[in-house]
């Protein structure tokens, strides 16, 4: 077949080849909108999955905040220099309360950046006041908001009376099955034996936090 070339635009004027070669492009055309919808189909799967954030799990007490009872402060088993801190404490339900310093701007950080929930050991009802000082307007941010209930009691040998409250990581794969990687969930207490139930790697130990601590010298020189 002869082809009818144009000599003044260069072009190949020849129906049949035109026909031809315009298939050929509506094919090469379909395969490269194919491939470029797959490949914008993976990316999106890809993404999807490095987008599946870590797990904070925060302790309250001692490692956010520190807390003692607001009765009985004159007891002698009571340490006398909480009384001479209680002008920068909080009034929260039962309780007299001092943040760690830098709370605020860490609880910010890792809700920004991570899922963040909630376990402790104490009771419901406290863990409820907690949440709502700590967390304020945020709170509704959180994935979960765990209380003793959800702790595994151990009878501790050395004080019959008083359990061990474990917070096993496995109980959290468990309630939200897939949620978290395996490696993607991290507990930030400050009690090493609550931890006893979890794989090194899966925990961070605080060091526990007081505001009778943070200025020793300043308290013991207001005592009498």
Same mark, same amino acid.
């Given at each position: 077949?002869? +082809? &009818? +070339?144009?000599?003044? /635009?260069?072009? $190949?004027?020849?129906?049949?080849?035109?026909?031809?070669?315009?298939?050929? &492009?509506?094919?090469?055309? @379909? !395969?490269?909108?194919?491939?470029?919808? /797959?490949?914008?189909?993976?990316?999106?799967?890809?993404?999807?999955?490095?987008?599946?954030?870590?797990?904070? &799990?925060?302790?309250?007490?001692?490692?956010?905040?520190?807390?003692? !009872?607001?009765?009985?402060?004159?007891?002698?088993?009571?340490?006398?220099? $909480?009384? $001479?801190?209680?002008?920068?404490?909080?009034?929260?339900?039962? !309780?007299?309360?001092?943040?760690?310093?830098?709370?605020?701007?860490?609880?910010?950080?890792?809700?920004?950046? +991570?899922?963040?929930?909630?376990?402790? /050991?104490?009771?419901?009802?406290?863990?409820?006041? @907690?949440? /709502? *000082?700590?967390?304020?307007?945020?709170?509704?941010?959180?994935?979960?908001?765990?209380?003793?209930?959800?702790?595994?009691?151990?009878?501790?040998?050395?004080?019959?009376?008083?359990?061990? +409250?474990?917070?096993? &990581?496995?109980?959290?794969?468990?309630? !939200?099955?897939?949620?978290?990687?395996?490696?993607?969930? @991290? $507990?930030?207490?400050?009690?090493?034996?609550?931890?006893?139930?979890? =794989?090194?790697?899966?925990?961070?130990?605080?060091?526990?936090?007081? =505001?009778?601590?943070? *200025? =020793?010298?300043?308290?013991?020189?207001?005592?009498?």
């Amino acid at each position: 077949m002869d +082809f &009818i +070339f144009d000599g003044t /635009s260069g072009a $190949i004027r020849d129906p049949y080849f035109l026909a031809f070669a315009g298939a050929w &492009i509506a094919v090469i055309f @379909l !395969f490269v909108v194919r491939d470029f919808f /797959s490949f914008r189909k993976k990316k999106s799967q890809d993404q999807t999955t490095k987008k599946k954030r870590r797990l904070v &799990i925060l302790d309250m007490n001692n490692v956010l905040v520190h807390r003692v !009872f607001r009765y009985g402060l004159d007891e002698p088993d009571k340490d006398p220099r $909480i009384k $001479i801190m209680l002008d920068s404490a909080v009034a929260v339900g039962k !309780f007299y309360l001092w943040d760690r310093p830098g709370r605020r701007d860490f609880v910010n950080y890792c809700l920004d950046n +991570f899922d963040v929930a909630v376990w402790s /050991s104490a009771w419901h009802q406290n863990v409820d006041l @907690l949440c /709502s *000082h700590v967390f304020g307007d945020r709170r509704k941010e959180l994935a979960f908001e765990w209380d003793q209930a959800r702790c595994k009691a151990v009878l501790n040998d050395a004080k019959p009376d008083r359990a061990t +409250f474990l917070k096993p &990581i496995s109980t959290v794969f468990s309630e !939200f099955p897939g949620r978290w990687d395996d490696d993607g969930v @991290l $507990i930030v207490d400050d009690s090493v034996s609550k931890m006893a139930a979890n =794989p090194t790697g899966y925990y961070v130990i605080a060091d526990a936090w007081s =505001p009778l601590e943070e *200025h =020793p010298e300043i308290v013991n020189g207001l005592l009498p």
